[in-house]
T-cell receptor, first 112, second 116 residues
Framework: GDSVTQMEGPVTLSEEAFLTINCTYT??????LFWYVQYPGEGLQLLLK?????DKGSNKGFEATYRKETTSFHLEKGSVQVSDSAVYFC???????????FGEGTQLTVNP | GAVVSQHPSRVICKSGTSVKIECRSL??????MFWYRQFPKQSLMLMAT?????????EQGVEKDKFLINHASLTLSTLTVTSAHPEDSSFYIC????????????FGEGSRLTVL
């Protein structure tokens, strides 16, 4: 079945540092890929998405590129802020249906 | 963008009582809604898929009689935790799929249930 594997956390960075959170997936066909963010005590918000190979999703300074050859969708940001502290989830929707499969989540803490 | 609202956001109840959580799509119709459970510092676990006008589809290991799901209209799905026990304490999140698109889901704010 479909699965998503995320880089283990927690990740702690200083403000303005570069961020990478790795995400790899297993799925048949061409799934759609997503990054969601969950701030403390809240639900999930879609951060960015990519629906086909080589697509780059971007939002709020975050980027991720859909790499079919490496089955990856790594999240990057060039300069993190304290307000980026949250849990980040990589997810996919397979071609077989609408079910969303989540990775384990990565806790990011950004210190001033 | 599309908005999904959950209510209540927090609820505390005594063991043995039942609790109902509502999930509403505020500006779109959702024929399908999903209910997730999230344990502390863990990922989301899909509990069930709620289909308007029909029975919910439960994931393996989720007790149907324990977690009653009703999707009576295109904008409302409810999750009722029956005879709640402390181990049911968790963060419950619903999501709704907008019509069309690429499978993007919009999530509610979540409901934190604490069973004493």
């Amino acid at each position: 079945g479909d699965s998503v594997t995320q880089m283990e956390g927690p990740v702690t960075l200083s403000e303005e540092a570069f961020l990478t959170i790795n995400c790899t997936y297993t799925a048949t066909g061409y799934p759609s890929l997503f990054w969601y963010v969950q701030y403390p005590g809240e639900g999930l918000q879609l951060l960015l998405k990519a629906t086909k190979a080589d697509d780059k999703g971007s939002n709020k300074g975050f980027e991720a590129t859909y790499r079919k050859e490496t089955t990856s969708f790594h999240l990057e940001k060039g300069s993190v802020q304290v307000s980026d502290s949250a849990v980040y989830f990589c997810a996919l929707v397979g071609t077989s249906g609408s079910r969303l499969t989540f990775g384990e989540g990565t806790q990011l803490t950004v210190n001033p | 963008g599309a908005v999904v609202s959950q209510h209540p956001s927090r609820v505390i109840c005594k063991s043995g009582t039942s609790v109902k959580i509502e999930c509403r799509s505020l500006d779109f119709q959702a024929t399908t809604m999903f209910w997730y459970r999230q344990f502390p510092k863990q990922s989301l676990m899909l509990m069930a898929t709620s289909n308007e006008g029909s029975k919910a589809t439960y994931e393996q290991g989720v007790e149907k009689d324990k977690f009653l799901i009703n999707h009576a209209s295109l904008t409302l799905s409810t999750l009722t935790v029956t005879s709640a026990h402390p181990e049911d304490s968790s963060f419950y999140i619903c999501s709704a799929r907008s019509t069309g698109g690429t499978g993007e889901l919009f999530f509610g704010e979540g409901s934190r249930l604490t069973v004493l």
